[in-house]
């Protein structure tokens, strides 16, 4: 059983920044691919960003938030990141974090096995 617990949502002007921190449980948290999700009122939950996990890490991130936003992991403190800059009131959505066993750093949600609660982030104009 992996418990993540998402922190780092809050209320930010446009054109601001927040990083989001999902802590993990376990003890092959390195081994684990880490994905980040979000889900605006009345839409669907959507790819944010991914980092692959044990051997060589990658990177995957959706197109809207290329060049902003950057995922990140310590493995020493079992935690994944997602920095967030130039936000933007689009973005403004629940924030979750995602565990794949595999170590996969996908975009598809049914590849993750375990999900944190979500963090808002409200970004105002």
């Known amino acids: 059983q992996v418990q993540l617990v998402e922190s780092g949502g809050g209320l930010v002007q446009a054109g601001g920044s927040l990083r989001l921190s999902c802590a993990a449980s376990g003890r092959t948290f390195s081994s684990y691919g880490m994905g980040w999700f979000r889900q605006a009122p009345g839409k669907e939950r959507e790819f944010v960003a991914a980092i692959s996990g044990a051997g060589i890490v990658y990177t995957y991130y959706a197109d809207f938030v290329k060049g902003r936003f950057t995922v990140s992991r310590d493995n020493a403190k079992n935690t994944v990141y997602l920095q967030m800059n130039s936000l933007k009131p689009e973005d403004t959505a629940v924030y979750y974090c995602?565990?794949?066993?595999?170590?996969?750093?996908?975009?598809?949600?049914?590849?993750?096995?375990?999900w944190g609660q979500g963090t808002q982030v409200t970004v105002f104009p």
């Open positions: 995602a565990a794949d066993l595999q170590g996969r750093a996908s975009a598809t949600a049914s590849v993750y096995e375990y």
